[in-house]
């Protein structure tokens, strides 16, 4: 199993670098299994932190029920008390015939409840009411129902809707006044008829106010909510007297259809709902916002998550350090092996490293120092060969007999007077003063000049007329050096394959200017110019053609012979339009020296 394991691995990262393999190797130890024990840790603490708020919301809304309960049974008990008071009841029920009887009830009920009525803090109004014709209302504890107002309805309006409630005791909000609560209860004869009916009215705020004040930090709200489902008090004032539908409340929807009260529909609420039941149907509703909560578990998400990635990405520092370490340094080894297979023998790494690594490029550097020693010698011996080749060639030509024809030539022409051979002989005399120097390789650019001029002076003087000769020169880079027979041999193709002489309006542009420490050489003729495959040939060195044995590939040799590759040659043409030769050498204000040829060079001559 283990083998097979590791062929596996093996296979499977085979095409792998070294560096995608120890980062693959730490994914696979420490970020993957981290981020997935971070997320199950999330989960499970963000789940915790969830019941735990819902856990305190409960208890929060179990410890208010009880405070609503107490308070309210409290009122209760004084209504019960009332309106159970069997002399009371007897009292209300008797038939009157004189002041007398009437003064003593009047006076039995102000000695027991009115005093009674004070005992509990909120009470704004507290009434008994009867409907015996007998007994007289006086204003302050006795009233009968009358076309008076009441807490916003008519008094008579109120007391026969009161007496049809199918509860004892009611609960209810005054009308058009939300600070306000009515609390009633029926007072029953022995045979449980109806005689009078006890009102309290009491304060809202005292009663329910401080109670509801504040729930949750002002994160949520609370609500006080009777048999009916219907609000007597509330956080939110403006809902006091709704009803409240839910589904946690089905059957609402098939009793709401005759009540005409407001409706607040909490079933579709993204709140957290928490009902807690009291005594008497009654209901602590509690609506808590879940901003808190989130916010609590985006807190603790950033500072989990924050501390994971910064832990794992300290640990991606120290692997890519590693990493750095080891597979920088074997790519650099690898570099710099790379320039070595390309002649550059004077490479070495920099190693104060003392490990297995060090060892191998120390060894690296030791091999690189001799090889550059061996093939400096070989090169040397190259040079030496090329540079007689070439001057073997130039021999070839024996000069004094040339000087001395020429010299012949031109004392006939003066004896004969005739001018124009005479010009003709001196600008060949110029010409190959310095072609057949075998001596001299490299010359001040001024002289290279001379030397094209010379050549052109022959040309116009074999094609008066067919050329234009435009010159574009940087006196300031006459004194710099380059090597002989650059130019020439480039105008002389503009006359030899561009047919310049056979072009109407024919123009050959020559250009030596200096930029940016460069002298940029070109010669710009609109002759019948070069296709793109013979001129794709040429850039390839792979076209053969007629001329005098100073083509492209010659000058591309000796501007590599000497200035390696800070000299470049390029060729641009359009064919039956123009073409362009561009040469571009470092400034030189000394004569400059052969250098060791480089691997392309060597190619091209095999």
């Not at 209300?92 to 009887?101: F, I, N, V």
């Not at 002298?519 to 793109?532: A, E, K, P």
């Not at 004569?591 to 480089?598: D, H, Y």
Request: proline content about 3%.
């Amino acid at each position: 199993m283990r083998l097979w394991l590791e062929k596996w691995i093996i296979r499977l990262t085979g095409r792998m670098n070294l560096r995608r393999k120890i980062l693959a190797l730490h994914s696979l130890i420490l970020l993957v299994p981290s981020l997935i024990l971070v997320s199950i840790t999330l989960i499970i603490v963000i789940h915790s932190f969830h019941n735990s708020y819902v856990t305190t919301v409960d208890d929060s809304v179990k410890q208010t029920a009880i405070n609503v309960d107490y308070s309210k049974q409290s009122y209760e008990l004084l209504a019960i008390r009332t309106a159970t008071d069997s002399e009371m009841i007897a009292r209300l029920g008797r038939e009157y015939d004189d002041m007398t009887q009437i003064m003593d009830t009047v006076n039995y009920l102000d000695r027991n409840f009115l005093i009674t009525s004070r005992y509990l803090p909120g009470i704004v109004d507290f009434r008994i009411y009867h409907t015996n014709n007998t007994l007289v209302q006086d204003g302050q504890l006795l009233w009968q129902p009358e076309d008076r107002m009441l807490s916003g309805i008519d008094e008579r309006t109120w007391y026969k809707k009161t007496i049809a409630a199918p509860t004892l005791l009611l609960w209810s909000n005054a009308p058009n006044n939300p600070s306000q609560i009515v609390l009633t209860s029926k007072i029953l004869n022995s045979a449980g008829k109806p005689v009078g009916m006890v009102y309290i009215l009491l304060n809202y705020n005292v009663v329910f106010g401080d109670l509801l004040k504040y729930p949750f930090n002002d994160g949520g709200s609370l609500y006080i909510v009777d048999e009916s489902k219907r609000i007597l008090a509330s956080t939110e004032k403006e809902r006091v007297g709704s009803r409240i539908i839910s589904k946690d409340w089905p059957e609402d929807y098939e009793t709401i259809q005759d009540d005409k009260s407001p409706i607040y529909d909490l079933t579709h609420t993204q709140k957290l709902m928490t009902i807690e039941p009291i005594s008497s149907d009654w209901y602590v509703v509690a609506l808590t916002h879940m901003k808190y909560m989130d916010t609590q578990s985006r807190t603790l998400l950033c500072l989990i998550a924050g501390t994971t990635v910064a832990l794992l990405l300290l640990s991606v520092f120290l692997v890519m350090t590693i990493v750095k370490n080891i597979v920088v340094r074997i790519h650099r080894l690898g570099i710099r092996m790379s320039d070595l297979s390309r002649g550059e023998f004077d490479v070495t790494i920099h190693n104060k490293v003392h490990d297995e690594l060090g060892g191998l490029e120390n060894m690296f550097n030791l091999m690189s120092e001799r090889l550059g020693i061996l093939v400096e010698d070989i090169t040397r011996t190259s040079l030496m060969e090329r540079e007689q080749a070439f001057k073997a060639m130039q021999a070839q030509i024996n000069p004094h007999f040339i000087y001395n024809s020429l010299s012949l030539l031109r004392w006939r022409a003066l004896d004969a007077q005739d001018e124009e051979q005479v010009r003709i002989i001196d600008s060949l005399t110029t010409f190959y003063r310095l072609a057949l120097n075998n001596q001299v390789s490299v010359i001040p650019i001024r002289e290279e000049i001379e030397h094209v001029k010379a050549y052109l002076e022959v040309q116009q003087l074999r094609f008066p007329g067919k050329v234009r000769i435009k010159w574009e020169l940087d006196e300031q880079v006459l004194d710099f050096y380059t090597i002989k027979m650059l130019l020439q041999p480039i105008v002389e193709n503009c006359y030899s394959h561009g047919a310049i002489t056979r072009k109407k309006e024919s123009l050959i542009k020559i250009s030596v200017q200096q930029d940016d420490g460069c002298i940029i050489m070109s010669v710009f003729d609109n002759g019948q110019g070069i296709t793109r495959d013979t001129l794709s040939a040429i850039e390839a060195g792979t076209h053969v053609g007629s001329g005098n044995g100073f083509g492209t590939a010659n000058i591309k040799e000796r501007l590599s012979l000497y200035f390696g590759d800070e000299a470049t040659f390029a060729m641009d043409s359009e064919a039956g339009e123009w073409t362009q030769v561009s040469i571009v050498i470092p400034v030189c204000s000394v004569p400059p020296t052969m250098r060791r040829i480089n691997k392309d060079a060597e190619s091209n001559d095999r």
